[in-house]
């Protein structure tokens, strides 16, 4: 048998324990191509609430079915083999479901690991898995920051905008943090290091506060949030800014917000430009590789917040898209 957490319905507004399930199923038989991997942690993306609502589907993924396992990105151990790529021993990471085992055909964004003597395992899904690169190549690759200039990251306190924001330190920027809370923001402050950061809680004039902590204006901005926030950041920018779309997490569970200030991007020759990471699979390695040294230096740090068991992950899932968790959140599984 295989325990699985399916969506019991689609979310509306903000997703709850109650949109999920834990079922067991019959375990699926692994057919000639295939592989059984026994999965040990589950990555929790705030980019998948999108394709839990109803009707989600797009050019990049299928909506999420009720019933359906969640999907999710994953490491596993493969357990029982009949693909000549996936022994049985060797660890990998893939797309699939929240779910105990899975039977996959290697296609979906799936590679084996290798991880490093002393890594934790768990890192390969958080800095040093797609949350890292996320960082990498939204800063590097389009935000493409300049010792002395001034970088914003909203959604500072999670996976992607802990390891951004390290990144932008580390050239040399000034560093602003968007989050939710003050606790939050202190944290970030005194642990992750950013140079400043505004929260939602105590400073709810968000137009104001970067006016008060940015008065020169913004280089980059580091978009994981999409809406209000990038309207506003949008009118505080410098000549030649650059923003980095990465996602719009506060449209993942609410309306879609008009932008009014997007004639700034025009007078002040601004570069707007979304990016998937999945494209920049060819530049994985030499990213890995980059990040393993940083971490291996003691110039980056990884920050986790973990769950336990599969039973835990809807809970994981609501604290991570609710901000009341800090870093990458991951389930572990027995
Ligand atoms: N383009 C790509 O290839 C790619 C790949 C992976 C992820 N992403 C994107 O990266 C972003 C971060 O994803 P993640 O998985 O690392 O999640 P995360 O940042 O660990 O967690 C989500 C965080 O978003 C913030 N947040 C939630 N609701 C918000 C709202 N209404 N307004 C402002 N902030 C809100 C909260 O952080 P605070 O408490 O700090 O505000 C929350 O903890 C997402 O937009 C995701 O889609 C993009």
Same mark, same amino acid.
């Given at each position: 048998m295989n325990q699985a957490i399916v969506l019991s319905k689609h979310p509306v507004g903000k997703v709850t324990e109650s949109d999920f399930q834990l079922v067991e199923r019959p375990s699926l038989p692994c057919e000639e191509g295939f592989f059984r &991997?026994?999965?040990?942690? +589950?990555? +929790?993306?705030? /980019?998948f609430r999108h394709w839990m609502a109803e009707g989600a589907g797009d050019n990049y993924l299928p909506g999420m079915q009720i019933g359906d396992p969640v999907q999710g990105v994953v490491i596993g151990e493969v357990i029982e083999s009949r693909h000549s790529g996936y022994p049985v021993g060797c660890i990998v990471s893939a797309r699939t479901a929240w779910e $105990?085992?899975? *039977?996959? =055909? /290697?296609k979906d964004l799936c590679n084996t690991l290798s991880p490093a003597d002393g890594v934790p395992l768990h890192q390969y899904m958080s800095t040093l898995g797609l949350t890292g690169m996320t960082a990498w190549v939204g800063l590097y690759r389009v935000g493409n920051p300049r010792a002395g200039e001034t970088v914003v990251i909203s959604a500072a306190g999670g996976a992607v905008g802990t390891v951004a924001g390290q990144l932008a330190k580390a050239e040399g920027c000034r560093v602003v943090g968007l989050t939710s809370t003050r606790s939050k923001a202190d944290w970030l402050v005194e642990d992750v290091g950013y =140079?400043? *950061?505004? =929260?939602?809680? &105590?400073?709810?004039?968000? =137009? $104001?506060s970067l006016r008060d902590a940015v008065p020169e204006g913004i280089d980059v901005y580091f978009d994981n949030v999409g809406g209000h926030v990038l309207d506003t950041v949008m009118a505080q920018l410098k000549e030649g800014a650059r923003i980095a779309l990465s996602g719009a997490i506060s449209e993942y569970e609410g309306p879609v917000e008009p932008l009014f200030n997007s004639y700034e991007l025009v007078t002040k020759r601004v570069r707007m430009e979304g990016f998937m990471v999945t494209d920049h699979v060819v530049e994985f390695p030499a990213i890995l590789n980059d990040l393993q040294n940083r971490l291996a230096e003691g110039t980056l740090k990884s920050y986790e917040q973990i769950y336990s068991g599969l039973s835990e992950t809807p809970r994981a899932f609501c604290d991570m898209m609710h901000g009341a968790s800090r870093g990458k959140c991951l389930v572990g599984l027995d």
């Open positions: &991997t026994k999965n040990m942690w +589950l990555s +929790l993306d705030a /980019g $105990q085992f899975s *039977v996959l =055909d /290697g =140079d400043l *950061v505004i =929260d939602r809680e &105590t400073q709810p004039d968000l =137009d $104001q």
